[in-house]
């Protein structure tokens, strides 16, 4: 009976890649011919920015309030798992010490109800670590369209055709610092998610105020 620790602490890193590519086409329809143009499309023409999807993360308090909660989950669950480990190994130790005094048949019985439930404990195992996975998925999921839903918006709000992820480990090799907005989205994000946390507080204030 192996101790799930392993499995929580690998599930609480959560790992998102935070490469959002949000390209608009222009209104006016204009194409590009050839590679002159195409240069200076990419520099004039075309705006791109880049944001450091580390600094977002560690930086971003909805990332960070989930985080925590996961983190909460799994020490709980863990626990439920010790706790029932705890169990099963006394009912072991009860058995060892009272075997000598048992009948062949009692001593089988006993025998085959704690494989039995050595079997169920780890099937319970399993489902514990399912369950974090599961978890683990959604909150990945929700936490890239609530980024990528205020990149749209932001990009369509600054004129903004491609946003890139620039740190250690991405394709791209070199970008100015003034392509950096790194620190307004993560101003923005953190704005809409204080917003989010007072609405329905403020929402039942103003209901209770109409009675």
């Known amino acids: 009976m192996k101790n799930i620790s392993l499995v929580l602490n690998g599930v609480l890193i959560v790992a998102v890649g935070v490469l959002y590519v949000l390209h608009f086409s222009k209104s006016d329809g204009s194409t ?34 989930i985080q925590d909660k996961f983190q909460e989950k799994g020490q709980k669950l863990e626990k439920e798992y010790q706790n029932r480990a705890q169990g099963l190994q006394q009912e072991v130790n009860d058995y060892q010490r009272t075997v000598s005094n048992l009948t062949i048949g009692q001593a089988k ?20 670590s399912q369950e974090l996975l599961k978890e683990e998925a959604k909150m990945n999921q929700e936490l890239y369209e609530k980024v990528t839903a205020f990149l749209k918006d932001y990009s369509a709000a600054n004129g903004i055709d491609l946003v890139v992820k620039y740190n250690q480990g991405s394709d791209v090799l070199f970008a100015t610092k003034g392509m950096d907005i790194t620190e ?9 998610y204080a917003n989010e946390s007072t609405e329905p507080a403020t929402v039942a204030a103003d209901s209770t105020a109409k009675k």
């Open 32 to 65: 590009v011919s050839d590679s002159s143009e195409v240069a200076g499309g990419a520099a004039g023409e075309y705006s791109v920015v880049y944001i450091n999807s580390d600094s977002v993360l560690s930086k971003y308090d909805y990332f960070k309030d």
């Open 109 to 128: 019985a006993l025998e085959e109800n704690l494989m039995k439930k050595q079997q169920n404990l780890r099937l319970y195992q399993e489902s514990l």
């Open 184 to 192: 307004q989205v993560v101003k923005g994000l953190n704005e809409a």
